[in-house]
């Protein structure tokens, strides 16, 4: 992914206007770059969300924001919780920093950093890797994508919030993740995802050295010899770690009514302190809310290929309802996938076109979303571009309960061809190449 200054502005020139359909994962980076590069000010309001999966539970931590840049260290940052926790503002008039918390009546001062990702940073709590996020305060202060991303690539085009978009996969340094949603018109970010490398965390939590012998060796060899089992020793135990916990956390941040170069008033980079507000040295802490609960689906019964698929009546994201066993005289694919699930996402695009290039009397391909609520299914169809039916499970609903009796997938993605009579030819668990999908759907046929 590295590249010389000339070769980016190269790049920068060949992806004008009419290029738009043939810009590779580097090129859009590149204009991103320069976009961000002419923006003097922005405004936004939007959502973040933090998702954990560990311990064979999922929590979420939603925020609301609003937010105001202005280049190159002003900043008005503020963030509410959902489930209690008040409102926190980030303020920097490009001389001080202020940070207060309505929960307590306290603001801290602070002479301002000279960046705006310095100033997001303040006080905060997030693992030191989310450095490598790259992020609005990030690309407003010119960050080199060059130096940060390792491997970049378009996964797919579709639309965002009504706006056309690339979506782009990004291999950062660290070992972590990122997606964004880049608008194809203006190549601003409207969303993006970071993933964090959970190896990283763990391995921050239980470092090799700490795990090598206590007793001193009694030579240099053996001594040796002790370090690289302590180190092979410690990589296992990190490996297994990994393994039992199966430990992810995901940030996601989605942008609206974003604003650029719109003349920002200076009022908004203004700090008054209200009555009965005080000064302090450091914020108090804060009890963060509950997370909102998302329990993992149970371990299955293991794979249902040669039984008829459980039959069940479920709404589709109009809310019609759809019952499996009437679309029976024709094979149908069978997806389950949630938001969450960044495999599920990635294999989207496969199952998108599978339905594409069936003929009518062909391969049925129906969706089935397994997110808590209905606006986060309708969403991510939408993001996908999804032309084909998708179903809800509402795991609040008796119908919704009886598909993960009967399903009960052990992890997501799930995918089962169902052949013309209503027999499981394939059930898949996981991750595949579109080959392998191709393969089993041909033997159903």
Request: glycine share 8%; aromatic share 6%.
């Amino acid at each position: 992914m590295r590249r010389s200054l000339a070769t980016w502005a190269a790049l920068i020139v060949l992806t004008g206007p009419g290029w738009a359909q043939e810009l590779d994962a580097e090129a859009i980076l590149a204009r991103v770059a320069q976009t961000y590069a002419q923006v003097e000010d922005l405004s936004l309001t939007g959502k973040a969300s933090a998702d954990m999966r560990v311990f064979g539970m999922r929590q979420r931590v939603s925020i609301q924001q609003t937010a105001c840049f202005q280049r190159p260290n002003r900043l008005r940052l503020a963030s509410t919780m959902s489930g209690g926790g008040g409102t926190r503002t980030v303020v920097c008039d490009g001389r001080h920093v202020y940070a207060h918390q309505d929960v307590t009546r306290e603001y801290t001062r602070h002479p301002a950093p000279g960046t705006l990702r310095e100033i997001r940073d303040l006080d905060s709590d997030a693992p030191a890797d989310f450095g490598e996020m790259i992020d609005l305060p990030s690309l407003l202060d010119g960050v080199d994508l060059s130096e940060r991303v390792e491997q970049a690539t378009v996964e797919r085009t579709g639309v965002y919030s009504g706006a056309p978009v690339y979506v782009l996969s990004l291999a950062l340094k660290g070992g972590h993740t990122e997606r964004m949603w880049i608008g194809r018109d203006d190549f601003l970010v409207r969303k993006l995802e970071f993933r964090l490398n959970p190896e990283g965390m763990l391995g921050a939590m239980a470092p090799a050295e700490e795990l090598t012998p206590e007793e001193p060796a009694e030579d240099e060899g053996e001594a040796m010899e002790e370090a690289e089992v302590g180190k092979e020793f410690g990589e296992a135990l990190l490996g297994a770690m990994t393994q039992a916990f199966k430990m992810e956390l995901t940030w996601v941040e989605r942008y609206q009514d974003v604003r650029v170069n719109g003349g920002v008033s200076s009022e908004a980079f203004r700090f008054r302190p209200r009555a009965g507000d005080r000064r302090v040295e450091q914020l108090s802490e804060v009890p963060m809310p509950e997370p909102e609960p998302m329990p993992l689906p149970a371990p299955g019964p293991g794979d249902l290929t040669g039984q008829v698929a459980p039959d069940f009546t479920l709404p589709d994201l109009d809310g019609t309802s759809v019952t499996l066993s009437q679309l029976r005289g024709r094979p149908v694919l069978l997806y389950f996938w949630d938001s969450l699930c960044v495999p599920c996402l990635a294999q989207l695009p496969d199952i998108q076109a599978l339905h594409l290039e069936q003929p009518g009397e062909g391969l049925q391909v129906v969706g089935l979303n397994v997110d808590r609520t209905l606006d986060m299914a309708k969403e991510s169809a939408e993001e996908a571009g999804l032309t084909f039916p998708v179903l809800w499970q509402d795991p609040e609903s008796p119908a919704g309960a009886e598909v993960s009796a009967a399903y009960r997938p052990e992890e997501l993605p799930r995918l089962l061809v169902i052949d013309a009579i209503g027999i499981v030819r394939a059930d898949l668990t996981g991750y595949h190449d579109r080959e392998a999908i191709e393969a089993v759907i041909a033997a159903a046929q």
